[in-house]
T-cell receptor, first 111, second 114 residues
Framework: DVKVTQSSRYLVKRTGEKVFLECVQD?????MFWYRQDPGLGLRLIYF???????EKGDIPEGYSVSREKKERFSLILESASTNQTSMYLC??????????FGSGTRLTVV | AQSVTQPDIHITVSEGASLELRCNYS??????LFWYVQSPGQGLQLLLK??????LVQGIKGFEAEFKRSQSSFNLRKPSVHWSDAAEYFC????????????FGQGTTLQVKP
């Protein structure tokens, strides 16, 4: 089975900090995604990547950036964390339009 | 633009009763359709998917879904609900191209009464 691993389940960061959320997949998938999930808003796409060093903005990229230096790793970066970025962050990977495999999520609290 | 609507935000059913969760999509071409389940505090798990062919698809945990093109629907069903099915359920549609990007509905929370 494909595994998608998010490095932290829970994070607490201070306003203004630079925050790195890491995601690693072990099945050589080309496509990787970062979503945030908020009550009543469902899943919203922040960024996705379809190859190493390739990235595209999703629906809500403001305040975020991403890095994909290796195929298996896709990092989400909050340049200067703000309280409105408190959320559940979900990473996913997929290949061949077969559907996503999700990580367990990182619940980020910005204080 | 593609979109997915799950009309029911919250549903409560009794254990042993049948279940149907509704999903309607808007997409110009033949869609790829998915149902995911999320237990509290967890990531999403794929229940089933439709790409083409037989419009009734079987998934894990006894779930099935039927694709109805004329109604732009992909409703999820289960004949007899178990208490462990209490979770949030998401319908998603796949867009064209090879990026595999999905658009998700807002989710339906299922509560199961004993």
């Amino acid at each position: 089975d494909v595994k998608v691993t998010q490095s932290s389940r829970y994070l607490v960061k201070r306003t203004g900090e630079k925050v790195f959320l890491e995601c690693v997949q072990d099945m050589d998938h080309e496509n990787m995604f970062w979503y945030r999930q908020d009550p009543g808003l469902g899943l919203r796409l922040i960024y996705f990547s379809y190859d190493v060093k390739m990235k595209e903005k999703g629906d809500i990229p403001e305040g975020y950036s991403v890095s994909r230096e290796k195929k298996e790793r896709f990092s989400l970066i909050l340049e200067s964390a703000s309280t409105n970025q408190t959320s559940m962050y979900l990473c996913a990977s997929e290949q061949g339009a077969r559907g996503y495999t999700f990580g367990s999520g990182t619940r980020l609290t910005v204080v | 633009a593609q979109s997915v609507t799950q009309p029911d935000i919250h549903i409560t059913v009794s254990e042993g009763a049948s279940l149907e969760l509704r999903c309607n999509y808007s997409y110009g071409a033949t869609p790829y359709l998915f149902w995911y389940v999320q237990s509290p505090g967890q990531g999403l798990q794929l229940l089933l998917k439709y790409f083409s062919g037989d419009t009734l698809v079987q998934g894990i945990k006894g779930f099935e879904a039927e694709f109805k093109r004329s109604q732009s629907s992909f409703n999820l069903r289960k004949p007899s609900v178990h208490w462990s099915d209490a979770a949030e359920y998401f319908c998603a549609v796949g867009t064209s191209g090879n990026t595999g990007k999905l658009i998700f509905g807002q989710g339906t929370t299922l509560q199961v009464k004993p």
